[in-house]
């Protein structure tokens, strides 16, 4: 019954822009910290950015700083991505998850995960 739903996803080329969407369906997303994930193939899944619950304490990981944005509007009951100046190297399966306390990059402590939309970035 807990479920979030990844949306934006698609091909661009690169230096392009996508705007990912991570739905929540069956609880609040506002009682929860949501972070942001992706995997490429053959690699492991990393932590991309994370925001709290109160949107006060937002994290990026060193490879996205600068070109990703996350901001949630719990009145939606979403959290987005916007993501600018896209690189091949950006090119992954991007994963919304949700965890009860503070940001992590430990995909491991995340509560509920998302089926994942895919990115990729090709000229």
């Known amino acids: 019954q807990l479920q979030l739903v990844e949306s934006g996803g698609g091909l661009v080329q690169p230096g392009g822009s996508l705007r990912l969407s991570c739905a929540a369906s069956g609880f609040t997303l506002d009682y929860y910290t949501i972070g942001w994930f992706r995997q490429a193939p053959g690699k492991e899944r990393e932590g991309v950015s994370c925001i709290n619950r109160s949107g006060r304490s937002i994290n990026y990981a060193d490879s996205v700083k600068g070109r990703f944005t996350i901001s949630r509007d719990n009145a939606k009951n979403t959290v987005y991505l916007q993501m600018n100046s896209l690189k091949p190297e950006d090119t992954a399966v991007y994963y919304c998850?949700?965890?009860?306390?503070?940001?992590?990059?430990?995909?491991?402590?995340?509560?509920?995960w998302g089926q994942g939309t895919q990115v990729t970035v090709s000229s």
């Open positions: 998850a949700a965890k009860t306390t503070y940001c992590s990059a430990s995909a491991g402590s995340y509560y509920c």
